[in-house]
Nanobody
Framework: QVQLVESGGGYVQPGGSLTLSCAAS????????MGWYRQAPGKQRDLVAV???????NYADSVKGRFTISRDNAKNTVYLQMNSLNPEDTAVYYC?????????WGQGTQVTVSS
């Protein structure tokens, strides 16, 4: 099993930046895929960015060029650096992992972008 704990959400003005962290309970070298999804009120949960075990990344078109996903194997942590935030980025952000063919989710962290 994998436990995922997010941190770093909060309130930011448009154009600002935030960095989300997701700490895993086991070595992320053993986890096939990790990433971030988000869910805005009344909408479905959508992929934001993922990073594969070997470092390949994928991003939603809406965040390309603004968000960067990265990993620190020594800390068993995945990060989401978010720049040039706009109100449409407001959502609950969930950390996600695939390990031994099972999906795991964190509890979510709220990101609010507003002036």
């Amino acid at each position: 099993q994998v436990q995922l704990v997010e941190s770093g959400g909060g309130y930011v003005q448009p154009g600002g930046s935030l960095t989300l962290s997701c700490a895993a309970s086991r070595s992320i070298n053993s986890i096939d895929l990790m990433g971030w999804y988000r869910q805005a009120p009344g909408k479905q949960r959508d992929l934001v960015a993922v990073i594969h075990r070997f470092g390949i990344t994928n991003y939603a078109d809406s965040v390309k060029g603004r968000f960067t996903i990265s990993r620190d194997n020594a800390k068993n942590t995945v990060y989401l650096q978010m720049n040039s935030l706009n109100p449409e980025d407001t959502a609950v952000y969930y950390c996600y992992a695939v390990y031994e063919r099972r999906d795991y989710w964190g509890q979510g962290t709220q990101v609010t972008v507003s002036s």
